[in-house]
C-alpha cells in the first residue's frame, strides 16, 4: 500500500495543480453575490465528476489488466499521446497568457447558485491537465497487487488531495469569513499574475513525465 501511494503521489499532485480552477473558485468567494452557495456549488460539481471518472476508469483498467499492465504497449502509447498533449498545452497556455478573462467574470455573475453544479462538472470534464493526470493514476491503482479496500483507500486518498486545493478557499472563508477577504484577494491577484506561469510549469512536467515514460516502455 505505501509502495502504491508513493508511486502515485507526483501525479496525485499534478493533478491537483490547476490554477485556473482555483482562480474560478476565489473569483466566485470574492464575488458581492452569493459568494458561498456558488463557489459550494461548483466544487460539488467538479469532485461528484472526478469520483465518478475514479470509479469508472478504475473499474476499466481493473477488467484490462493484461492491456494496460505493466508491459501493455498500447498504454505506452497512451502516455506518449497524453504527453505530447500537454506539452503542446503548454506551449497554447503561453501564447494565450495575456487573454481577457473579464467576459468569464461577467458571465458567472449572471448564473444562478445551482447553475454552478454543472459548471464545476464541466471544468472537471475539460480539465486536460487533471485527466491526463489522473488516468495513469487510475492504472497504477488498478494494476497494483493490493487488496480491494487498499484499492479503494488509494482512490478516495487521490480524490480528496486533488480537490484540496479548490475546497481549500471555500474552507478558508467559511472558518474566517471576515478576515479570509484580504486572503482571498491575495491568492487571486497571485493567481492572476502568476497562474500562467504556474499552468505552463504543471503542463510541461507531466507532459515531459509521460513522454519520456511511454519511449522507455516501448
Do not use: Q
Not at 496525485?12 to 473558485?25: E, G, R
Not at 504527453?83 to 467576459?103: C, F, K, Q
Not at 480537490?163 to 492572476?192: K, N
Amino acid at each position: 500500500m505505501l509502495s502504491l501511494l508513493a508511486d502515485i503521489l507526483p501525479l496525485m499532485l499534478a493533478a491537483a495543480s490547476n490554477p485556473a480552477v482555483i482562480s474560478i473558485v476565489v473569483l466566485l468567494l470574492t464575488a458581492s453575490d452569493r459568494p458561498l452557495p456558488r463557489a459550494i456549488a461548483f466544487v460539488a460539481g467538479f469532485a461528484l465528476v472526478l469520483v465518478a471518472l475514479g470509479v469508472v476508469g478504475l473499474l476499466l483498467f481493473r477488467s484490462s489488466r493484461e492491456t494496460f499492465g505493466t508491459g501493455g504497449a498500447l498504454f505506452a502509447w497512451l502516455d506518449i499521446v497524453l504527453g505530447v498533449v500537454m506539452l503542446a498545452g503548454a506551449a497554447v497556455t503561453y501564447l494565450r497568457r495575456n487573454a481577457a478573462t473579464g467576459g468569464a467574470d461577467r458571465l458567472l455573475g449572471r448564473m444562478r447558485p445551482a447553475a454552478f453544479v454543472g459548471v464545476g462538472a464541466a471544468f472537471m470534464v475539460t480539465n486536460t491537465s487533471a485527466i491526463v493526470a489522473y488516468l495513469p493514476l487510475l492504472r497504477e491503482i488498478a494494476i497494483a497487487p493490493v487488496s480491494h479496500a487498499e484499492r479503494a483507500v488509494a482512490l478516495a486518498l487521490s480524490d480528496l488531495v486533488i480537490v484540496a486545493p479548490i475546497a481549500g478557499p471555500v474552507l478558508i472563508r467559511l472558518a474566517a469569513p471576515r478576515s479570509s477577504e484580504r486572503a482571498l484577494g491575495a491568492i487571486r491577484r497571485f493567481l492572476d499574475r502568476f497562474g500562467y506561469l504556474i499552468a505552463i510549469a504543471v503542463f510541461g512536467a507531466i507532459g515531459g513525465f509521460l513522454l519520456i515514460r511511454g519511449l522507455v516502455r516501448l
